[in-house]
């Protein structure tokens, strides 16, 4: 597809994004068509074919805001000079692909086949196919093809542009054109006439791939040596997935009780941190990896999915103080083992384990021979400590109340064993700026207020200074004790602009922070999140892109489309939020964003349909009046206004202002703005670009709130 119309959830190329506008209508040299699953290799060849001046049409990029996804493809379908479709087993599968395919034969555009795996094509597939240009990827990889791809789109272009004119007025048809007309409705001159240009169109095809297929492309097989004889000698080598490349899956626990899968995977995650501190060395991170915990994907997928060359996978045997954890780094284009070992250790011994596995597939991999040896895993000197903290990890990745309290307890005894453990420090700063509907369960002793009109918020402020004061506390001890680790800096910039609302000096510490670690997908998207919410949107839906390269199947697709939604690109942001949804389908606020979009897009049946579906209840009990209240049933939402207000008004202060920002009573907007910022509601962050509160910009309560949070201009 070019974006897969509204499955797509592709994201924008990594080209320079003002060189790649296009005027609408414009012809493009390519059309790229692509299945959603597969956007990082489409991306690639974007980057590639307008790196040597081709430009490219690929949605979602090049759709307009507001414009309808199906007229946007047709007129590029219509306006390309050649279709570049991308061959996978997902491709061949998508209905918005065969569309595609079947548009552009109809038109006789070129067609070029870029087949990525060995795929069999279906019947449809087949008919529109069987006469176009094939180039083969699978053998030899796709950075061989792509400088065959750039040739074989130049000499493409050159063989047809001779016929430019006329081709331009045959792809200026409406989209109307799509549909047959009556029998009898044309004349017999017309019918002649047009039969007579379908011939010669026809022709000149068949001479032109004739040419073509003497020349270099042709056939899969036969078009090998041909294309090598013609492809540029200034082509670069260009890289798709490079060979320092490695994804670190989650160990298995092979313990006599199957009671130590967080340590396992406590041991894969910082043999992640560790391999990623690596230059020139691509580790996708925790949550790409982890996706296909459980998963009956093979190698191959997986390594194809998360864009590396090698997948390091292994076990781990715990019985008291003694490990045995085998680990094997594997080839996965072939299943080829490139090293394996068994290691007979010791607990106490477990980073020593870990420098020498880290070690193991650094050497294997070559990349020691640029970059020097991988540092060294010096953490805690408790063992105990350790298991407490990989422990704490586990839980705080469940994402649930009960988890992330009970992992706050468990790196509390981490420090209380080792005071110096940085990265338990860093941690429990994290936990404590991140979390807010549990705080009052945090501290016991401080109780969340109960009524609804008038509370002074006395107990949560003294929760607020609680926490806060324990939060600076221990991203200090995390820097202190890991001057060299970039996770302090991280924690210490989360608190600083979730507590202190001191922006500056929190962007001044993720700069920091990526500094030491500028491939840390994680760090990204915290200075992503903070850059949308301070205006520079651009700015901040970059970082997002660069932190979904890194994290293809993280959260970083969640965040983008938050960017694009305050961007005003609404259909982008959907697209966007559908592919985290498509991974992540119980995931909380989800479908409480999507909501907002799809009410955004005047589909409000669909969104309160959608609101059903959020997983967190407080959520959905906020968003189900904001629906009703688009669909016109006032009734229905005042009876869901009150359900809100009385179960959920302490942890969704921000969220029910949303309810009385739609019906334009601004004296009960404010009241909760205000009850929301005393709170310290994690909304309140973003309330300088919120599209939720465009009508509140004239009062000069807004400006006051903002200037109160240090976000006025």
Same mark, same amino acid.
């Given at each position: #597809?070019?974006?897969?119309?509204?499955?797509?959830?592709?994201?924008?190329?990594?080209?320079?994004?003002?060189?790649?506008?296009?005027?609408?209508?414009?012809?493009?040299?390519?059309?790229?068509?692509?299945?959603?699953?597969?956007?990082?290799?489409?991306?690639?060849?974007?980057?590639?074919?307008?790196?040597?001046?081709?430009?490219?049409?690929?949605? *979602?990029?090049?759709?307009?805001?507001?414009?309808? $996804?199906?007229?946007?493809?047709?007129?590029?379908?219509?306006?390309?000079?050649?279709?570049?479709?991308?061959?996978?087993?997902?491709?061949?599968?998508?209905?918005?692909?065969?569309?595609?395919?079947?548009?552009?034969?109809?038109?006789?555009?070129?067609?070029?086949?870029?087949?990525?795996?060995?795929?069999?094509?279906? *019947?449809?597939?087949?008919?529109?196919?069987?006469?176009?240009?094939?180039?083969?990827?699978?053998?030899?990889?796709?950075?061989?093809?792509?400088?065959?791809?750039?040739?074989?789109?130049?000499?493409?272009?050159?063989?047809?542009?001779? @016929?430019?004119?006329?081709?331009? !007025?045959?792809?200026?048809?409406?989209?109307?054109?799509?549909?047959?007309?009556?029998?009898?409705?044309?004349?017999?001159?017309?019918? =002649?006439?047009?039969?007579?240009?379908?011939?010669?169109?026809?022709?000149?095809?068949?001479?032109?791939?004739?040419?073509?297929?003497?020349?270099?492309?042709?056939?899969?097989?036969?078009?090998?040596?041909?294309?090598?004889?013609?492809?540029?000698?200034?082509?670069?080598?260009?890289?798709?997935?490079?060979?320092?490349?490695?994804?670190?899956?989650?160990?298995?626990?092979?313990?006599?009780?199957?009671?130590? /899968? $967080?340590?396992?995977?406590?041991?894969?995650? /910082?043999?992640? %941190? =560790?391999?990623?501190?690596?230059?020139?060395?691509?580790?996708?991170?925790?949550?790409?990896?982890?996706?296909?915990?459980?998963?009956?994907?093979?190698?191959?997928?997986?390594?194809?999915?998360?864009?590396?060359?090698h997948v390091l996978e292994g076990s781990v045997r715990k019985s008291?103080?003694?490990?045995?954890?085998?680990?094997?780094?594997?080839?996965?284009?072939?299943?080829?083992?490139?090293?394996?070992?068994?290691?007979?250790?010791?607990?106490?011994?477990?980073?020593?384990?870990?420098?020498?596995?880290?070690?193991?597939?650094?050497?294997?991999?070559?990349?020691?021979?640029?970059?020097?040896?991988?540092?060294?895993?010096?953490?805690?000197?408790?063992?105990?400590?350790?298991?407490?903290?990989?422990?704490?990890?586990?839980?705080?990745?469940?994402?649930?109340?009960?988890?992330?309290?009970?992992?706050?307890?468990d790196l509390r005894r981490a420090v209380a064993l080792d005071s110096?453990?940085?990265?338990?420090?860093?941690?429990?700063?994290?936990?404590?700026?991140?979390?807010? !509907?549990?705080?009052?369960?945090?501290?016991?002793?401080?109780?969340?207020?109960?009524?609804?009109?008038?509370? *002074?918020?006395?107990?949560?402020?003294?929760?607020?200074?609680?926490? &806060?004061?324990?939060?600076?506390?221990?991203?200090?001890?995390?820097?202190?004790?890991?001057?060299?680790?970039?996770?302090?800096?991280?924690?210490?910039?989360?608190?600083?602009?979730?507590?202190?609302?001191?922006?500056?000096?929190? /962007?001044?510490?993720?700069?920091?922070?990526?500094?030491?670690?500028?491939?840390?997908?994680?760090?990204?998207?915290?200075?992503?999140?903070?850059?949308?919410?301070?205006?520079?949107?651009?700015?901040?839906?970059?970082?997002?892109? &660069?932190?979904?390269?890194? %994290? *293809?199947?993280?959260?970083?697709?969640?965040?983008?489309?938050?960017?694009? $939604?305050?961007?005003?690109?609404?259909?982008? !942001? +959907?697209?966007? =939020?559908?592919?985290?949804?498509? =991974?992540?389908?119980? @995931?909380? &606020?989800?479908?409480?964003?999507?909501?907002?979009?799809?009410?955004?897009?005047?589909?409000?049946?669909?969104?309160?349909?959608?609101?059903?579906?959020?997983?967190?209840? &407080?959520?959905?009990?906020?968003?189900?009046?904001?629906?009703?209240?688009?669909?016109?049933?006032?009734?229905?939402?005042?009876?869901?206004?009150?359900?809100?207000?009385?179960?959920?008004?302490?942890? #969704?202060?921000?969220?029910?202002?949303?309810?009385?920002?739609?019906?334009?009573?601004?004296?009960?907007?404010? $009241?909760?703005?205000?009850?929301?910022?005393?709170?310290?509601?994690?909304? #309140?962050? +973003?309330?300088?670009?919120?599209?939720?509160?465009?009508?509140?910009?004239?009062?000069?309560?807004?400006?006051?709130?903002? +200037?109160? #949070?240090?976000?006025?201009?």
């Amino acid at each position: #597809m070019s974006g897969e119309a509204p499955e797509s959830k592709g994201g924008k190329p990594p080209t320079d994004p003002t060189a790649a506008m296009q005027v609408p209508n414009a012809s493009s040299h390519v059309f790229i068509s692509y299945a959603s699953q597969d956007v990082a290799t489409a991306d690639a060849i974007v980057a590639t074919l307008e790196r040597h001046g081709l430009t490219c049409w690929i949605a *979602p990029r090049n759709i307009t805001p507001g414009e309808f $996804y199906a007229d946007a493809i047709v007129r590029a379908l219509n306006t390309a000079r050649t279709f570049v479709l991308v061959l996978t087993e997902n491709s061949v599968t998508s209905p918005h692909v065969l569309r595609e395919v079947e548009r552009t034969s109809a038109k006789r555009h070129p067609i070029i086949s870029l087949r990525i795996d060995s795929v069999s094509l279906p *019947p449809a597939l087949e008919y529109f196919l069987s006469a176009s240009h094939w180039l083969d990827a699978s053998p030899s990889g796709v950075d061989t093809a792509l400088p065959k791809l750039v040739a074989a789109v130049q000499r493409l272009i050159a063989s047809t542009s001779t @016929a430019e004119p006329a081709h331009q !007025a045959a792809t200026a048809a409406p989209a109307a054109g799509l549909f047959p007309q009556p029998p009898g409705s044309t004349p017999e001159r017309q019918r =002649l006439g047009r039969l007579l240009t379908a011939l010669v169109a026809v022709i000149a095809v068949i001479v032109a791939y004739l040419m073509v297929d003497k020349l270099w492309l042709a056939k899969p097989i036969a078009s090998e040596r041909a294309i090598v004889a013609v492809a540029p000698a200034a082509v670069p080598d260009i890289t798709l997935i490079s060979e320092k490349s490695v994804a670190v899956l989650p160990f298995v626990d092979m313990s006599e009780k199957k009671d130590q /899968e $967080y340590f396992s995977d406590g041991l894969s995650e /910082e043999l992640i %941190d =560790l391999l990623s501190k690596i230059p020139d060395l691509r580790v996708p991170a925790r949550t790409s990896s982890f996706y296909f915990k459980g998963k009956t994907e093979d190698i191959r997928t997986i390594a194809r999915r998360l864009l590396v060359a090698h997948v390091l996978e292994g076990s781990v045997r715990k019985s008291g103080k003694h490990l045995r954890v085998t680990a094997q780094l594997v080839r996965a284009d072939n299943g080829y083992h490139l090293w394996s070992e068994t290691y007979d250790r010791k607990l106490d011994d477990i980073f020593k384990t870990q420098d020498e596995i880290a070690g193991a597939v650094v050497k294997a991999l070559k990349v020691s021979l640029l970059t020097g040896e991988p540092p060294i895993a010096q953490l805690t000197t408790s063992s105990e400590a350790y298991e407490f903290y990989l422990r704490a990890r586990a839980l705080i990745s469940r994402d649930t109340s009960d988890d992330t309290l009970k992992a706050y307890a468990d790196l509390r005894r981490a420090v209380a064993l080792d005071s110096k453990f940085a990265l338990a420090w860093a941690s429990l700063a994290d936990i404590l700026s991140t979390t807010y !509907a549990e705080w009052y369960r945090v501290f016991p002793h401080a109780k969340s207020p109960s009524s609804i009109e008038g509370d *002074p918020l006395q107990d949560w402020d003294s929760i607020l200074a609680q926490m &806060r004061s324990a939060a600076h506390a221990a991203a200090e001890q995390a820097i202190k004790n890991g001057p060299g680790l970039a996770e302090g800096h991280l924690a210490m910039g989360q608190v600083l602009w979730r507590f202190d609302s001191a922006w500056a000096a929190a /962007e001044r510490q993720l700069a920091m922070a990526r500094e030491v670690e500028p491939g840390n997908a994680r760090i990204l998207l915290e200075a992503a999140e903070l850059t949308i919410n301070l205006g520079r949107v651009p700015e901040g839906i970059q970082l997002a892109q &660069r932190a979904a390269a890194l %994290d *293809p199947l993280g959260r970083a697709t969640f965040v983008l489309a938050w960017g694009q $939604y305050v961007s005003g690109a609404v259909d982008e !942001a +959907q697209l966007s =939020l559908e592919k985290y949804i498509e =991974l992540y389908p119980t @995931a909380s &606020r989800v479908h409480y964003r999507n909501t907002l979009l799809l009410l955004a897009r005047g589909l409000h049946e669909a969104a309160l349909a959608e609101i059903e579906r959020e997983t967190l209840s &407080r959520y959905r009990e906020a968003g189900i009046p904001l629906a009703l209240d688009a669909m016109g049933r006032r009734n229905d939402a005042d009876r869901a206004i009150e359900i809100a207000e009385r179960r959920d008004g302490n942890a #969704m202060a921000y969220q029910i202002a949303y309810i009385y920002a739609g019906r334009i009573d601004l004296d009960r907007t404010f $009241y909760w703005l205000e009850r929301g910022y005393r709170q310290g509601d994690p909304g #309140m962050r +973003q309330l300088k670009v919120d599209p939720m509160f465009k009508n509140l910009h004239g009062d000069p309560r807004y400006q006051a709130l903002l +200037q109160k #949070m240090s976000l006025s201009e």
